[in-house]
Structures are given as C-alpha cells and as structure tokens.
C-alpha cells in the first residue's frame, strides 16, 4: 500500500513540475476540459495523498514494535518453587485445628517412634533425642515437605495449649517437651495410673463384697467414666503416698475440685457430688 501511494504521488509531482514549466500550456488537452482544472484537481489529489502516506507513516511507527517478535524474556517467569513457599493446600494446612483425641492418638505414636528410636540409638552408642528433638524427626518421617512439618508440629503445639490444662497426657507430654519434667516421668505416670485402678477395684470389691467379678469390672468402668467421690479418691492417695505427700497432693485435688465447679453451670447436687471429682481431672490433681 505504502508503495503504491509513493509511486502515485512520485507520478503526480512530475506532471505538476511539467505545467509548471510549460506556461503556456493549450487549454485543452487531448480533448478532456480545461487543463487548469485538472491541475488544480491533481494538486488536490496529491495533497490528499500526502496527508495519507504521512498518516500511514505514523501508524507503522506505532504499530512497528507490536509487530516485532517477542523474545522469551519479554513474558514473566513463573516463579520457582521454594521451600518456603506453599501452595493452596499447605497454605490451608497452616489453619488446621487437632482435636483432642487426634492429638492424643498422635502423642502415643510420637511415644513409641521414641522408644524404637532410643533403642537404636543405643545400639550404636549414640546419643539420645529429646523429646523436643524426635517431635520434629517423627513429623519429618511422615512428611517430606519442611513446611508440612512445620504446620503439625504448629498445630501439635496449639493443641497442647488447648487440651493440655484439661487433660492430664497432653499436659505431661507438653511438660516433657518444655524439658519441665524428665521423660521417665512418663512410666512414672503409667504405673500410677495402673495402681490407681488397680485400688479402685479393690476398694469396690470390698464395697460390693456379693457382686461377682464381671459386675465388680462393669462399676470399675462406670467410674473411669465419671466420677470418684471422696472417700474413693481420698483413700487411694493416703495408700498410695506418705502422710506429708498424701496431705499437698489432697489440697490439690481440691483445687482442682473448685476450679471445676466454677466453670461449670451451678445447680442443686448433694454433698457427695460436690467433692467428687471426674476420673480424668482426679490425675491432673495428682499429677
């Protein structure tokens, strides 16, 4: 297009420049009018044809580096995924809540990859992992992504703040954790938990002397369910520890007796129920 404009207005300008050098030019040409209006007419047109090819000049400047091909570094990279970065469903995982039976199931295979871990360490003489250390080493084995295993121990973490001042394993194990008790303290806390049930069976075996054995274990369940009055859970403590021991630990299941009962809604109980205390909240007192 651009050529065909330059060539009409190359042909145009040369007959302009011939009239003008032929002043005196006949009025008619080849029979076709007054030569005078067709040189106004040719001048006219190539006004216009000026007007285009200027107009068409601008627009290919424009349109010039549109047209240009486009090297790769002219589109963004994708960005590299690094370890620090997550993608939506890691991203969501950072939000995850652990209930507290999923958190206590999760503290009882933290438990045993422990005890498998230390037994191999023994083997070839190395040191032991704390507590602290293996969480980590047994969130890595389950995950291979850093910030997967940053999440669950994140929520590990969370979980223990949550369930721990309610619950007497979660707050052990957070102890263990936070190097606030030594992790033998764990068969410590077994076998006291074994000798309280154990106690508690006897105590009603001698309350319920005609009930057979199978009715003796079914109120056994029932109470590791509900609650251990006073002279139940009194009795087992004075047993189980020396006078001095027996006395603090006694107060502090009283505290925790009055602890319970304010967060709970008041309504008419009987004094049994009132120093009465659930199974579960019995060993954080005692703990």
Request: contains cysteine.
């Amino acid at each position: 297009m651009r050529g065909y404009m330059q060539a009409a207005l190359t042909n145009i300008n040369h007959l302009v420049e011939c009239t003008g050098r032929n002043g005196d030019a006949p009025q008619q040409v080849n029979g076709h009018g007054d030569w005078h209006a067709e040189k106004a007419a040719l001048l006219e047109e190539l006004t216009r044809l000026r007007a285009e090819n200027e107009r068409l000049q601008d627009q290919a400047q424009k349109q010039g580096p549109q047209r240009r091909p486009v090297t790769p570094r002219a589109y963004p990279q994708a960005p590299k995924h690094t370890g620090s970065e997550r993608d939506p469903e890691q991203a969501r995982s950072a939000l995850r809540t652990i209930s507290l039976r999923a958190l206590k199931d999760t503290i009882a295979e933290i438990y045993a990859s422990k005890s498998h871990f230390d037994q191999q360490c023994a083997a070839s003489r190395r040191p032991r992992e704390t507590m602290e250390r293996h969480l980590y080493t047994f969130l890595t084995q389950r995950h291979n992504q850093r910030s997967a295993v940053l999440d669950w121990a994140q929520a590990i973490i969370a979980g223990i703040k949550e369930h721990g001042p309610h619950d007497n394993d979660v707050a052990v194990f957070g102890k263990i954790l936070r190097h606030e008790v030594d992790e033998e303290f764990l068969l410590v806390q077994r076998q006291l938990k074994q000798t309280v049930y154990e106690l508690l069976r006897v105590y009603l075996q001698g309350r319920h002397p005609l009930k057979t054995e199978a009715e003796v274990d079914a109120l056994l369940q029932k109470k590791v369910h509900a609650q251990v009055y006073e002279d139940e859970w009194v009795g087992i403590v004075k047993y189980m520890f020396n006078a001095e021991d027996a006395v603090s630990i006694i107060v502090r299941v009283r505290e925790v007796i009055v602890e319970h009962s304010t967060r709970t809604v008041h309504h008419a109980v009987s004094l049994q129920d009132q120093s009465a205390i659930s199974y579960v909240d019995f060993f954080e007192g005692a703990s």
